[in-house]
């Protein structure tokens, strides 16, 4: 089980170099695997499809959806090359595999110029310290919204 | 000034309404804004196009960066009729709006049952501590890659 592991772990992190080798983006790859098999891999693209989200983790969690016509990744083990940024891991926790395995790591990714660790101080900090500035307005007018939905009988939650 | 905010920030709650209308996904709106003209927008489509980082946040980040062809939103405004989750904000970290407004916040989207906290509790874990398993291997077949990236003379940062 432990080799089955590390073969794909060594999918994920030959995606990272084929990233790399395509001019696709930074340097990471990844692989969704369920019942033995690959069923989803990428490696990040940001840079060619001009998209920020195109994360190797976030471009493989879609694939997987899409190939599985789901939202939710059940029973599904997720293979990163290196520690899923926080965008990432907040697609890990929406989409819910059941594990995660990585390589590197995020001080391995700052040494490479990737500071995932910003992002990570950032979202711990109150809204109205962050460097990018968060403005709160209107909210009186999103709360009914919300009672809509919730009230809503035919909704389909997630 | 302050009665655009207002404009663009209705449009948003008004996208969030239009999504539960049409069954596609959570209450949550989402616009784009750069030289006072509104260049993306976006529902929630998490379940209805099988996407769970199909968020409204996710979308309209794309969706600019589609339409100004880069991976930035230099001199950009975000307003989303909800406070992000931990993963549209790491999405908009790696975007770099200039500036986010938004109506809602975490705990009125707990109170309809989008329990973002969860989420932002987890990314503050230690990583042996999480809900969702996270296992280290192969660090060392990793590192390489990173290296290659960093020696990489004609690659493109983000």
Redesign the interface.
């Known amino acids: 089980m432990s080799d089955n592991?590390?073969f794909f772990?060594?999918r994920a992190?030959e995606l990272?170099?084929s990233g790399?080798d395509k001019?696709a983006?930074?340097?990471f790859g990844a692989v969704i695997v369920k019942d033995g098999k690959i069923i989803a891999e990428a490696h990040n693209e940001?840079?060619s499809t001009?998209?920020?989200?195109a994360h190797a983790e976030?471009t493989a969690?879609?694939r997987a959806?899409?190939e599985l016509?789901?939202?939710?990744?059940d029973d599904c083990t997720l293979y990163t090359?290196?520690?899923p940024?926080?965008?990432?891991?907040?697609?890990?926790?929406?989409?819910?595999?059941?594990?995660?395995?990585?390589?590197?790591?995020r001080i391995?990714?700052a040494?490479?110029?990737f500071d995932d660790q910003?992002?990570?101080d950032?979202?711990?900090k109150a809204?109205e310290k962050r460097e990018?500035?968060?403005?709160?307005?209107?909210?009186e007018?999103?709360?009914p919204?919300?009672?809509?939905?919730?009230n809503?009988k035919?909704?389909?939650?997630?």
Not at 50 to 53: A, I, M, Q, V
Not at 69 to 73: E, G, P, R
Not at 85 to 105: E, H, N, S, T
């Open positions: 592991h590390e772990m060594r992190i990272a170099q790399i001019n983006g930074g340097p940001v840079t001009n998209d920020p989200t976030v969690i879609r959806c899409k016509d789901t939202f939710q990744l090359s290196c520690e940024c926080p965008m990432c891991l907040g697609a890990i926790y929406w989409a819910r595999p059941k594990q995660v395995f990585f390589a590197g790591d391995d990714a040494a490479v110029d910003f992002i990570y950032e979202l711990e809204i990018i500035p968060f403005l709160r307005i209107l909210r007018e999103a709360i919204v919300f009672d809509n939905w919730k809503k035919d909704k389909q939650e997630y």
